[in-house]
């Protein structure tokens, strides 16, 4: 899922800018590096390197100062997009960057059409909830769902309502 015009966000009392742009070949070994932290401490799939080549289209970076700061893999299926590998920096949390990211998810799900966001986590409910998110009940998963939340690992899913599905933002 592709959008080439990169987003610029700046935020008060912080600078340099952070730009969302589409991943490029070049950007895995960035990202897995990114990644690894996350996966020692549980709260991402360990995904190699040869599958996030396979997948650099799906994903988006988050940039500061040109260097890496973020990422997310966005995957298209029937009933929405689903967020996957999302992480920011331990030095650049707290900033506005996942927000950024999640911003652009939501405007490319809505300029495709799609009517939400899914994410699965184990760790962040309240921060996707703080974000417009709400937590789907076990009970009321849909069974198609249920192949994103990795059996054992205790995630718990979230969907965002993308209601305006006319929005160019």
Not at 33 to 51: G, I, P, T, Y
Not at 76 to 100: E, K, M, S, T, W
Not at 125 to 136: A, L, N, P, T
Request: aromatic share 8%; glycine share 10%.
């Amino acid at each position: 899922m592709r959008d080439e015009m990169p987003v610029v966000g700046g935020f008060e009392g912080a600078a340099p800018e952070v730009v969302v742009r589409p991943a490029r070949t070049e950007d895995a070994v960035l990202i897995a590096d990114l990644s690894a932290s996350f996966v020692v401490s549980d709260k991402l799939v360990r995904r190699s390197l040869k599958e996030l080549n396979e997948r650099i289209h799906e994903l988006s970076v988050a940039t500061r100062d040109g260097v890496l700061v973020g990422c997310m893999g966005l995957s298209r299926y029937p009933h929405g997009i689903v967020v996957y590998n999302f992480c920011i920096a331990p030095d650049a949390q707290g900033n506005g960057i996942g927000g950024l990211l999640v911003d652009h998810a939501a405007r490319l799900g809505r300029r495709s059409g799609h009517r939400r966001l899914l994410a699965a986590s184990k760790y962040a409910g309240d921060w996707f909830i703080k974000r417009g998110f709400e937590r789907i009940l076990p009970e009321k998963i849909p069974d198609e769902w249920l192949k994103f939340l990795c059996p054992g690992r205790g995630s718990c899913l979230f969907q965002l309502e993308l209601l305006d599905q006319n929005s160019s933002d």
